[in-house]
């Protein structure tokens, strides 16, 4: 007879084995691979919501969330938030003309984890992660549940900031649990405002990594996988919110935790913690989450600057620009203006695209920082998502719903324009040749 322990790891083996190995159709965290946005295989260009053209299947999701679906084999995980009451779910789109107020949300909310077929869209499971009422309140426009989960096949993290890190295995099963404490996070210059938490975490290797910088705390912590034994804890001299999630670039057979930052954007020995490089004074919002390309990390981020880095993997110390016309020793190139407030840039063959909340899609030369088109998409709205693609097209999504597929060249010529009729601020997922869009209130696969 075979014990239930026996079973139960039996079992568990089985399902991990059928969720399938690592591959470029997975898509285990926020953008994608390596949060690179970039996926493979042909998404459609045109789909339509209305007729059923090119729609796999739609999959309700109840709440609130910003958070972006990820994917693993035949798995689609999504995080959300239940109000428990239903008039507290209001999101506030579109230019808001400066206005930061927080939201008025009352009453206990509870977070939640959602597992997908890929296939049918069918919930396969759902779980509570965490009930009670919020720590902090949210932007307008944000959400409580805006952080991207993180899978590597086995084990699945999510993130609700000051709610606590939750670490799943693929069967729905609580393994872990941490409280990181309270995160103050709003302007630097508004510190009565709460805009809420959305850095997502990142898995390396066998550690969840994530990056937690807040008015009342700073740092970035990686913790054991299988585990949630805390490995380390690196203080950063941020003590303002970002709001990027952070890469892990792989150079000359060290693992380098990069982290975007207004006071602080800098790149970390993983392993050590050391910090390698760092340079201050970009745009005091960090969102966007770094680039890794062409022997270089791109970073950018916006609001009262918006500059755009190209920065060497084995720079050293201080590399604060002092002067628009000097490119530091550990820099490849950098300019002072041209970056993005929210959306993360995308780099597909040679060109960088950076894509502004207004629409203005700029193409530059990766290698060498060169701009070569600049154009405002016509009628553009307003984007919160940030550009992914595949070899052949870019998908960009604007609060309204309204996916602009362009051509990846340097012209970025419109091939499309698909309305999702529903608010969307999420990061579209790209796997198998299917594109995942999460809206206001579904979670959409639209394939050929």
């Not at 239930?4 to 965290?29: D, I, K």
């Not at 977070?111 to 997908?116: G, P, Q």
């Not at 585990?227 to 892990?248: A, F, H, I, K, Q």
Request: one cysteine or more; a neutral charge; proline letters at 6%.
């Amino acid at each position: 007879m075979v014990s239930s322990s026996s079973y139960v790891h039996w079992t568990f083996t089985l399902l991990v084995l059928s969720v399938g190995p690592a591959s470029a159709q997975n898509w285990p965290s926020f953008r994608g691979p390596n949060g690179s946005g970039v996926g493979v295989g042909s998404p459609p260009v045109n789909w339509n919501v209305e007729t059923g053209e090119n729609i796999k299947w739609k999959t309700p999701i109840p709440g609130l969330a910003h958070s972006s679906p990820i994917v693993w084999g035949d798995r689609v995980f999504v995080t959300t938030s239940v109000s428990g009451k239903p008039e507290s779910t209001e999101v506030k789109t579109g230019w808001l003309n400066g206005t930061g107020d927080s939201a008025t949300d009352s009453g206990p909310w509870t977070w939640k984890l959602f597992c997908l077929d890929k296939s049918s869209g069918k919930v396969l499971w759902e779980k509570d992660a965490h009930s009670g009422v919020p720590k902090i309140k949210r932007h307008m426009k944000a959400t409580h549940a805006n952080s991207t989960p993180a899978t590597d096949g086995k084990y699945v993290v999510a993130f609700f900031g000051s709610e606590g890190l939750f670490c799943y295995n693929v069967t729905g099963e609580l393994l872990w649990q941490k409280d990181l404490g309270i995160f103050k996070t709003g302007p630097h210059n508004g510190k009565d405002l709460e805009w809420g938490y959305a850095s997502s975490p990142i898995i390396h290797k066998d550690q969840v990594i994530v990056q937690c910088d807040a008015i009342n705390t700073s740092f970035w912590a990686s913790f054991d996988l299988a585990t949630g034994n805390e490995l380390r804890r690196v203080t950063r001299n941020e003590n303002t919110t970002t709001w990027s999630t952070p890469t892990v670039i792989d150079f000359n057979g060290k693992a380098q935790l990069v982290c975007n930052g207004w006071k602080q954007m800098a790149g970390y020995d993983l392993k050590t913690g050391e910090q390698l490089w760092n340079l201050r004074d970009g745009g005091d919002c960090p969102v966007p989450t770094p680039q890794w390309a062409h022997g270089n990390i791109y970073l950018t981020n916006g609001h009262g600057k918006s500059p755009v880095f190209a920065i060497k993997p084995d720079a050293r110390g201080d590399i604060t620009p002092e002067a628009e016309d000097r490119t530091p020793k550990g820099m490849s190139w950098w300019q002072s203006k041209g970056g993005s407030y929210m959306p993360t840039p995308i780099v597909i063959g040679d060109n960088l695209y950076i894509a502004t909340d207004n629409g203005v899609i700029s193409v530059l030369d990766a290698k060498t920082g060169k701009q070569l088109r600049k154009e405002r998409l016509e009628n553009a709205g307003t984007f919160s998502a940030s550009i992914v693609g595949v070899k052949e097209q870019l998908y960009f999504v604007n609060e309204d719903g309204d996916v602009f597929v362009l051509k990846s060249d340097k012209n970025v010529e419109q091939l499309a324009r698909n309305p999702m009729h529903e608010v969307c601020l999420a990061t579209p997922a790209i796997s198998d040749g299917k594109l995942l869009i999460r809206t206001r209130d579904n979670v959409y696969c639209i394939g050929k």
